[in-house]
Nanobody, 128 residues
């Protein structure tokens, strides 16, 4: 059974950068398609970015394209979300998720129900 633990959240100002980490244990990260989701207070969980298990393909929500980057480190068995140009609307709890879905495309990668493993989340607050 895979376990996911997020870290790196905090309080930052608009325009700042932040890198979130998702430590993977129980299995190696290349066994899973990985993703980041975000949930703001009173809102649904939104897809942010997804990475195919081979590391060859990634997908992003339109509102983070050009600002956020998903990556992984095989040696550390971890997945990261590099966030730049943060905005107040980026505030929320960020969740790491893992899936072994056989089909990974722009639709399936962004569907929360496709992911069977979730971390506990890390809070990101963007405020001046």
């Amino acid at each position: 059974q895979v376990q996911l633990v997020e870290s790196g959240g905090g309080l930052v100002q608009p325009g700042d950068s932040l890198r979130l980490a998702c430590a993977v244990s129980g299995r190696t990260v290349d066994n899973y398609n990985m993703a980041w989701f975000r949930q703001a207070p009173g809102k649904e969980r939104d897809f942010i970015a997804g990475l195919y298990w081979t590391g060859s393909t990634s997908y992003y929500a339109d509102f983070v394209k050009g600002r956020f980057t998903i990556s992984r480190d095989m040696a550390k068995n971890a997945v990261y979300l590099q966030m730049t140009g943060l905005k107040p609307e980026d505030t929320g709890v960020y969740y790491c998720a893992a899936s072994q879905m056989p089909r990974f495309d722009s639709t399936t990668s962004s569907t929360a129900s496709e992911y069977g493993h979730w971390g506990q989340g890390t809070q990101v607050t963007v405020s001046s």
